[in-house]
């Protein structure tokens, strides 16, 4: 194990500007700033393994993860375990008032299986739900009771461990309970989360009481924080969580606190609550099989994305040269405007087998070689609750999970009693045609808000295979920054060779289509930005994207990086 504490860097407290409806340039901007994280030494955020490998942005979930693997249990268990301890020790970025995506391979089957427990808005919910006087209201979809999506985590834990996993449910959350129960040190990214937001922490009396101070202050990185409610919920859920949870007490206290406080969520819409196991998407990248989440996911996006790139020769043009940058931004701008077109695939949106077609792909790639972006559509998007992790075990079963509770501490609400804090992830559906969310993504009519319908993510957990065996793994959290960020990474790894710490370390950039402005992480080197802007790109300057981590997987050789923007542990056997 190689986590050092002083390369558990600064929060990760990027935040968009929310932009006017009527705004012809948008400004994105980001808070806070970590310095140059890229300067530190590999190694330290790196880990490798022989047997077995779990990557987090916790530290303590890490660890969580490879002691369930060290007890026997394959890469699903510690998958779980890994989940339920980093929304104890993360809970700014998920939680089990969540939900997320799963992404399976089964060695022994040779097959990848995907798990959708993203949350569902409820029965009562309607596409006007957040438009006041004619006008949206962000704040309605951002914070308080009409924000929360019902929760899928819970169900979709259960559901992985009971189709692949060994263990039962007790044993792979003794981990988090204790974490919950007798507390665990804030990191440096926890405590400047809960910094950032104390002032609307200390207006939830939950909230308040754990994770701030009796005078109000927020906790330095190493204190101590206890999340003893939490525990209790845990514990209660005994081994059969979804009954709980979903039917029984959990689910009462959450639709009582619903009523009491006017939300909509009812003991109905959490006992109708399901996962959906959903057939994985895959394309080929130069000799690789590349699979990931469908929609509601935004894996397709990166896929196409990744075929537009394909056999442009790109280690050829150097990782950060600006002939490759500047076919990175038009390559995302065609990807993004296609992602407006995604949606709960129940209800309508993408035809993504389309959309990976050659004939598509070549279409793109055209667009992308020529600049000839149609102006792109107003489709909806958002940003800082999400979390993602890796595991592989020793079997050759690997996980790649994204989970969420939409920004920073979800809906800054809580069930006190539960210790539950409840996720905002309403507001990635889009609120009104053409109206930006948190993440700048703007409402379009696929992603509209509709009664049990999944809002559109931009999660993408990513596993690749070549000649049949997994060969890396990805994914990463920030919003729509998680699209660029695991597509960099990723061909970081499989175009320029890169070691998983040196992939995820690397200077990074953004671009959405709208607006039209190429964010670039500060640690891009000026003479760099400059070209760019010779190239008549308009740039904006921020001090770091999104969190991506990433593993590579030789047998008897895996190595694994967690990203030094957000910190976290990379742990192997
Ligand atoms: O599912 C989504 O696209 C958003 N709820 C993700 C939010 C996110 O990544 C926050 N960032 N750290």
Partial sequence: MAVSKAL???????????????????????????????????????????????VSESEQAAAAGLEILKHGGNAVDAAVATALAVGVTNPASCGIGGGGFMLIYIASDRAFYALDYRETAPLKAHPDMFMQNGKPNPELSQN??????????????????????????????????????????ASPHLAGEIAQMAPKLKDDSGLREVFLKPDGS????????????LAATLKGLGDDPVASFYHGSVAASIAAFMSAHGGLIGTIDLANYRPVWRNPIRRHFEGYDVY?????????VVLEMLGVLESG?????????????????????????????????????????????????????????????????GAPAHDHGT??????????????????????????LSVPALGLLLNDEMDDFGIAPGVPNAYHLEGELANQIRP????????????????????????????????????????????????????????????????????FEEAVAPATRTALEAMGYKLKVVPMLGAVNAITLAPGNLRGAFDPRKGGGAVGY
């Fill in 292 to 300: 990931t989440m469908p929609p509601p996911s935004s894996g397709g």
């Fill in 8 to 54: 558990m860097f600064a929060p990760h407290s990027a935040k968009f500007l929310r932009a006017t409806l009527l705004s012809v340039a948008i400004a994105i901007s980001f808070s806070i700033a970590p310095p140059s994280f890229a300067a530190d030494a590999a190694p330290d955020r790196s880990a490798v393994g022989t047997h077995g490998m779990v």
């Fill in 218 to 229: 927020a906790p330095k990185p190493g204190d101590t924080i206890v999340e003893k409610n």
């Fill in 387 to 412: 979390s993602n992790l890796l595991v592989a075990d020793k079997d050759g079963n690997v996980v790649a999970l994204t989970t969420t509770i939409n920004t920073v501490f979800g809906a800054k």
């Fill in 313 to 377: 020769h790109l280690a050829g043009l150097g990782v950060d040269s600006p002939p490759y940058l500047a076919r990175l931004i038009e390559v995302m701008r065609q990807g993004f405007i296609d992602r407006a077109k995604y949606a709960d695939p129940s209800f309508a949106g993408a035809d993504v087998a389309r959309m990976l077609s050659d004939s598509h792909i070549l279409e793109l790639r055209e667009r992308a070689l020529h600049k000839k972006s149609p102006p792109a559509p």
């Fill in 144 to 185: 308080g009771v009409l924000a929360v999506a019902v929760p899928g985590e819970i169900a979709g834990i259960d559901a992985a461990l009971r189709r692949f996993g060994t263990m039962k449910f007790q044993q792979v959350a003794t981990p988090a309970i204790k974490l919950a129960d007798v507390g665990f040190a």
């Fill in 452 to 519: 049990g319908k999944r809002p559109l993510s931009s999660m993408a957990p990513m596993i690749v295979m070549k000649k049949g065996r997994p060969y890396m793994a990805t994914g990463g959290s920030g919003g729509p920054t998680i699209i660029s960020g695991v597509l960099q990474v990723a061909l970081n790894i499989l175009d320029f060779h890169l070691d998983p710490a040196s992939a995820v370390a690397e200077p990074r950039i953004h671009d959405q289509a709208v607006p039209i402005v190429v964010i």
